[in-house]
């Protein structure tokens, strides 16, 4: 709470010194509350003033002095009035900024909360239950996930669980691209593997995919039937042995995405939207409304109407539709199910399809719903050299090949250390050292350290209560390390509600291997358990409250938080 009610302070501070002519009035002030970097500063600082001054044209020093003024005026009131104030000392620093000094009591007692709310501890209510579709990974059902799938699963299910811990409703979707061009070359691609594993003579098609994962459902296939379809007419042949080959491809992604513990509200398939004729009912209305038009033989969307650079194809001169018209009423689907707000996770490469998806949303009356997340690839490494083929296969290592190598947690702490819009290298090696500069084995080993000492003082008879200890208990944590350990604490409701808005699940690992920092220097340098029973019970609350915020934020992760090492 004292983050949220810090930065309510300062909302109302605006507030008044606006409404008092010491300020311009403004709406929405986006401004930013932090740990400042020197220690003298305080324990908080704000921007809020700076943020004024740019927008409203004012001395930031002036600003910050008015802000400052009301929020002393605040802490007086509330001391006159006998209540413990949130703050003891403000003061303006530099250009404009706001320093803060917490009152310790009310820091104390900030501690209680994190164990009375545990797991609930840093959830907010912003998003008021608004109904959020999350549609990611989205891979082409013909063939095993490659590893940036796997950094788009993970900063997919993270953002999920983000969003649902402010207060939105969201659900998470696969698209199946399965249907056109793709699935055809797939198709012919199986069974020339099938017929050549039977001795057959086959010319492989050109455009096949070469991979030896063909070459290993082409086998399962042809075990399976025993060559059942070896003589079949062969258009019968290759839809069948397509069909069962697509089947088996998505089997084996659902299988990798489920041991990558992400799993999928709705699996949409492209193919079954066309079959519905969904796509070409769009198509007639996008003509009947005057958003589409027939030119050259083709029919095409004016999408340039609506901000795109130009107007894009629906039907082609042979009368396929193309992917942008599947799209199109793809999302229009999302936006009849009920949804509010659409996030999509797509690779760097789809950049320049972003802008023709919001136009034609936008055309449709649904400005401003369809949100893109563009991410760069993975590069992998070990021992700092690059990576790049498989041991059995002498192929790209697989998404499955990582995660078998590291392990589920590692690989998900690992994909989500940097931002998606920056590429990023995982380095194999590293992600399974047993070692400090591993950065999710330096997290985990916070947690298991804080269970060892649990475990260690039960086993000494130390009384393990539960309770919530009183304040002049409390109060014993006096020690430097011990108020940096608790402050770093109260950042995480603050840190979960930026992550989540901004989509930047990053920020929670760079927080967790802090606040890891902050225990293991804290560990270090002062004994937990020792003979004196009051400063036991008080530090031994401080891990538990550390314990439950480590466990907390590695569950936003979707990394578990192991209880011994």
């Known amino acids: 709470m004292i983050v949220k009610e810090l ?10 010194a606006s409404e008092k002519g010491e300020i311009p009035s403004l709406e929405d002030l986006d401004f930013v509350l932090e740990r400042p970097r020197r220690k003298a500063h305080g324990d908080l600082a704000t921007n809020a003033a700076l943020v004024l001054a740019s927008r409203a044209g004012i001395n930031p020093r002036r600003a910050a002095e008015s802000l400052a003024g009301r929020i002393r005026e605040r802490i007086a009131s509330t001391e006159s009035r006998g209540g413990t104030p949130l703050l003891s000392a403000v003061e303006v620093a530099g250009p404009g900024f706001v320093n803060f000094t917490l009152n310790r009591d009310r820091v104390l007692r900030e501690l209680t909360r994190v164990a009375s709310e545990g797991a609930a501890y840093g959830r907010w209510d912003l998003g008021g239950g608004l109904r959020v579709l999350v549609e990611f990974v989205s891979a082409n059902p013909v063939g095993p996930l490659h590893v940036g799938h796997g950094r788009w699963a993970a900063l997919g299910d993270a953002l999920c669980n983000l969003l649902e811990a402010v207060g939105f409703h969201v659900d998470r979707e696969f ?13 012919a691609s199986v069974e020339a593997r099938y017929l050549e594993l039977a001795g057959r003579e086959v010319e492989f098609p050109a455009e096949g995919y070469h991979g030896a994962y063909i070459r290993e459902i082409a086998a399962a296939l042809l ?18 042995l397509g069909e069962r080959a697509y089947r088996m491809a998505l089997s084996h992604i659902k ?12 699996w949409f398939s492209e193919r079954e939207l066309h079959r519905s004729g969904a796509v070409e009912a769009e198509i007639r209305k996008l003509l009947e409304e005057g958003l589409a038009y027939e030119k050259e033989g083709a029919v095409w969307m004016a999408t340039s109407r609506f901000g795109d650079d130009k107007d894009r194809v629906l039907v082609r001169q042979n009368g396929a539709p193309t992917y942008f018209a599947a799209d199109i009423a793809y999302h229009l689907n999302k936006l009849s199910r009920g949804y509010q707000h659409l996030i999509n996770i797509w690779g760097a490469d789809h950049h320049g399809y972003v802008r023709r998806m919001q136009a034609a949303l936008e055309a449709k009356g649904y400005p401003g719903v369809l949100e893109v997340i563009l991410g760069q690839l993975v590069n992998l490494k070990r021992g700092g050299e690059p990576v790049r083929m498989s041991k059995r296969t002498g192929e790209m290592i697989t998404f499955d090949e990582l995660v078998a190598e590291v392990g589920k947690d590692a690989a998900r702490y690992m994909f989500l250390t940097r931002s998606q819009d920056t590429a990023l ?6 992600a399974v050292e047993e070692s400090m500069e591993n950065p999710v084995y330096y997290v985990q ?19 393990m209560s539960e309770e919530i200890p009183d304040l002049e208990t409390l109060r014993l944590l006096g020690e430097e390390e011990e108020m940096d350990l608790s402050l770093k604490l109260f950042e995480f409701e603050e840190l979960v509600r930026d992550a989540a808005l901004d989509r930047a699940p990053h920020r929670l690992t760079r927080y ?3 606040l890891a920092a902050h225990f293991h220097l804290f560990y270090n340098r002062h004994r937990v358990i020792s ?11 401080l891990v538990r409250c550390t314990l439950q915020v480590l466990r907390n934020g590695l569950a936003l992760l979707g990394v578990s938080a192991p209880e011994s090492m």
């Open 425 to 430: 290298d995982f380095d194999i090696q590293l």
């Open 7 to 16: 930065r309510k302070l300062i909302e109302e501070a605006v507030r008044e």
């Open 512 to 514: 967790l291997e802090e």
């Open 531 to 541: 003979e004196d029973v009051d400063l036991t019970a008080a530090r031994l609350f």
């Open 255 to 266: 299988q990798s995405l489920d041991s990558f513990g992400v799993h999928f509200d709705t």
């Open 223 to 240: 075990e399976e039937d025993g060559g059942r379809f070896l003589d079949a007419p062969p258009e019968e042949r290759r839809r069948e």
């Open 175 to 187: 698209y199946l691209n399965d249907h056109g061009t793709q699935m055809e070359v797939f198709a």
């Open 445 to 463: 080993y916070a947690h298991a350290r804080i269970c060892s000492i649990l475990r260690y003082g039960s086993g000494r008879g130390v009384k």
